[in-house]
């Protein structure tokens, strides 16, 4: 039904696939690993942050594992098709990038100790591949759900491009825009804490083995 050859670019909302109205799935209640609910309304006091990095297998497993972190879910985000299916988004014809969602308590973890696990997790100058994991549903974006979280994003790529230049690294690629007109639209549930289901599983995450020389206080 679909090509999976890897797209160059995105697509316009006009060649975008259609989708449809609602998900075709039911979300699993709890998180696999955490315990915790998936779906909001979430607790009061806590705090949300949308990140793509390449495969959201191994992304959700690089952030369920962070103090503080209530709960991860993986989904699609920053493209045009409502509610579209893994092979709609493989196809590259919705303009989604695979992303985690984290939600968590900023008492217990800052924004920018998340910010930081983001930039050291991956290489983020690959534009629409991780690794060996190419297309543009696998370009890295951050979307930001506050003012707070915009500048504390665009900071944090900042101070790491310094760094990444001094290496001898390219230009960061990834997407810094509010979250608000870029709806998360969760993945289907095998997708879920894959890897914990599956802990021999594949994932091409792959940082660039630098640090990221961010601050570490409270952007929310």
């Known amino acids: 039904m679909f090509s ?3 797209e160059s670019r995105l697509p316009t ?4 696939l259609p989708g449809r109205p609602a998900p075709e799935f039911a979300l699993p209640e709890r998180h696999t690993v955490l315990g915790n609910p998936l779906a909001g309304p979430y607790p009061e ?3 949300v942050a949308d990140f793509g990095l390449g495969c959201f297998w191994g992304a959700e497993r690089i952030f369920w594992q962070v103090p503080g972190v209530w709960t991860t879910l993986v989904g699609y985000q920053g ?4 509610h579209p299916t893994y092979e709609e988004v493989c196809s590259g014809r919705t ?3 695979e992303a985690v969602r984290v939600v968590f308590d900023p008492s217990a973890v800052a924004y920018e100790s998340l910010l930081r696990l983001f930039w050291e997790s991956h290489d983020p ?10 297309g543009t549903q696998y370009r890295s974006a951050i979307h930001t759900h506050s003012p707070a979280q915009q500048r504390a994003a665009e ?3 900042d101070a790491f491009q310094q760094v ?26 095998y997708h879920q804490q894959y890897l914990d289901k599956n802990p021999g599983g594949y994932c091409g995450i792959g940082g660039t083995g630098l640090s990221c020389p961010i601050g570490v206080a409270t952007a929310d």
């Not at 493209?79 to 409502?82: D, E, K, L, M, Q």
């Not at 690959?126 to 190419?134: E, I, K, L, M």
């Not at 960061?172 to 289907?188: D, H, M, S």
């Open 45 to 47: 006091g806590l705090a």
């Open 125 to 134: 100058t690959q534009g629409f591949r991780q690794g060996n994991d190419v």
């Open 95 to 97: 303009g989604h990038t």
């Open 164 to 189: 990444l230049t001094r290496a001898g690294h390219g230009a960061v690629t990834t997407e810094i825009l509010p979250a608000e007109g870029r709806p998360f639209y969760p993945a289907e549930p």
């Open 79 to 82: 493209g045009h098709t409502p």
């Open 155 to 157: 900071s944090s790529r």
């Open 4 to 6: 999976y050859r890897p």
């Open 13 to 16: 909302p006009e060649e975008a």
